[in-house]
C-alpha cells in the first residue's frame, strides 16, 4: 500500500511536467485517499506503525504517510527497534534504500551515523571479495544466502545515501537539468577526536 501511494505521487509528478493538469489533479486524489486510508489502517496515535516492523517505519515515513505531529514518535520508535536488535537491520530490500534517509530526516543523526559505518565496513568486505563487477551478484540461485543476494542493494543504498545527502548533490529535474545542492552537516569521532563536516553557502 506503501509503494501504491508512492506510485500515485510519481505519476502526479509526471503528469504535472507534461502539462497533463486533469491527470496530475486525478491522481493527486488517488494519493491523498490512498494515503488517508492507510493512515487510518496502520497508524496509531502513538506514533507506531503497521506490525512494528522496521520497513513499516521507513517505508511510511519515507512516503509521507505519517502525519506531522507524529512523524517524530515515528522515527523514535524505529530507532528504538533498530538498538534492540543490536544495531541489525530488518528492513530487506523494500526498505533498505530509504533507512539511512529516514533516520536523518526524523532527528536521529547518531543512529544513521553508526549505520552508515556498519554498512560501510560490509561494502570494503564486499569489495574485497569481488575483482571485477558482478552481475551474477543480484541473481538468486537455489541454496544462495539471502544476506549475499542482498549485499549489493545494501551497498547501493549506502553510495546512493552519501551521494544525495552526504555530497548533497540531487537532481531537482530529470536528468539532472536543475542540481539541488543541500548536504547535511555530520558530526562523529575519529581516532585523534571529534569529526566534524559542515558546509555553508559561499557567494563571490
Avoid at 520508535?77 to 534504500?97: C, D, E, N, V, Y
Wanted: aromatic share 8%; with cysteine.
Amino acid at each position: 500500500m506503501a509503494y501504491w501511494a508512492y506510485c500515485a505521487a510519481l505519476m502526479e509528478e509526471m503528469a504535472r511536467a507534461i502539462n497533463r493538469t486533469a491527470a496530475a489533479d486525478h491522481y493527486a486524489q488517488v494519493r491523498a485517499r490512498i494515503g488517508a486510508a492507510f493512515s487510518d489502517a496502520f497508524v496509531h496515535s502513538d506514533g507506531t506503525v503497521g506490525n512494528g516492523s522496521q520497513t513499516s517505519y521507513v517505508l511510511a515515513l519515507r512516503f509521507d504517510l505519517v502525519p506531522a505531529k507524529l512523524r517524530e514518535s515515528a522515527g523514535t520508535h524505529l530507532a528504538a527497534g533498530i538498538r534492540q536488535r543490536g544495531m541489525k537491520l530488518s528492513t530487506g530490500f523494500l526498505g533498505t534504500p530509504y533507512l539511512l534517509d529516514v533516520l536523518s530526516d526524523t532527528g536521529q543523526p547518531k543512529l544513521r551515523s553508526r549505520c552508515c559505518c556498519r554498512r560501510l565496513s560490509l561494502v570494503g568486505l564486499y569489495a574485497g571479495q569481488r575483482r571485477h563487477d558482478d552481475v551474477g551478484a543480484l541473481e538468486w540461485r537455489p541454496g544462495r544466502r539471502r544476506h549475499e543476494f542482498l549485499q549489493p542493494l545494501r551497498i547501493g543504498a549506502v553510495v546512493g545515501f552519501m551521494y544525495r545527502r552526504l555530497a548533497g548533490i540531487a537532481p531537482a529535474a530529470p536528468g539532472f537539468r536543475r542540481i539541488d545542492i543541500n548536504p547535511i552537516s555530520v558530526r562523529g569521532s575519529a581516532p585523534c577526536g571529534p569529526a566534524t563536516s559542515l558546509c555553508r553557502p559561499h557567494l563571490d
